[in-house]
């Protein structure tokens, strides 16, 4: 492989399957433990990665990321965001000792509210440059809500499967944009990034 190519995910059992996992139980959202998915994924540094997939990163410990045109470092309790066809690349080995990686698909919040809102929640764009910084409090916040998906995803699938499921990661979205704003209330947006701009023409 070039290092030029870029893998591409299609789907949640796509990205447990090449991470070497059991297939997930729900065909449009999936839970990995940050700790298994830091031991998993060696053979994907440095290369360039794309999904169809929304994704919540919550982890402690240090690793680097290359998102867009920016790097990132990751320190302890922070929280990042990734939007589909966004291409990351892992710059180095990661270590966590807690935390979790939620992978969902557009189609599993297509017919509900939140499809609509999803663009609301601006921590998915590549305007934001750093990643969410949080206190032993939000992030108890946080890891409440995935145990709670966690909860359902063990649940047989039925007809009230995906309004829980996606009730529970719109609370999850909801106190994370509560976050936000208390980390940037400070703050100018930056949108100068050129990959910024064509992401908001497209959207437009």
Not at 102 to 122: C, M, T, V
Not at 134 to 157: F, G, P, Q, R, T
């Amino acid at each position: 492989m070039k290092n030029d190519d870029i893998i591409r995910f299609n789907s949640v059992t796509e990205i447990f399957s090449a991470l070497g996992i059991d297939k997930p139980k729900h065909p449009l959202i999936g839970v990995v433990d940050a700790r298994v998915f830091n031991t998993k994924n060696d053979e994907y540094i440095n290369v360039k990665t794309l999904t169809n997939l929304y994704c919540v990163i919550l982890k402690d410990g240090d690793c680097g990321m290359q998102y867009g045109r920016n790097q990132y470092d990751f320190e302890e309790g922070v929280l990042r965001f990734l939007a589909p066809n966004q291409v990351v690349t892992v710059t180095e080995s990661e270590d966590s000792s807690y935390g979790f990686v939620l992978f969902f698909h557009p189609d599993l919040i297509r017919n509900f509210p939140l499809g609509q809102e999803i663009d609301r929640y601006s921590f998915f764009d590549y305007a934001v440059h750093e990643a969410l910084h949080l206190s032993h409090k939000e992030e108890k916040i946080l890891i409440d809500c995935v145990k709670n998906i966690e909860l359902e995803l063990n649940e047989n699938i039925d007809k009230h499967s995906q309004e829980l499921l996606v009730s529970n990661l719109q609370l999850l979205l909801n106190y994370s944009k509560r976050f936000y704003e208390r980390q940037f209330i400070t703050r100018a947006n930056n949108n100068s990034d050129v990959v910024s701009k064509v992401e908001q023409a497209l959207k437009r």
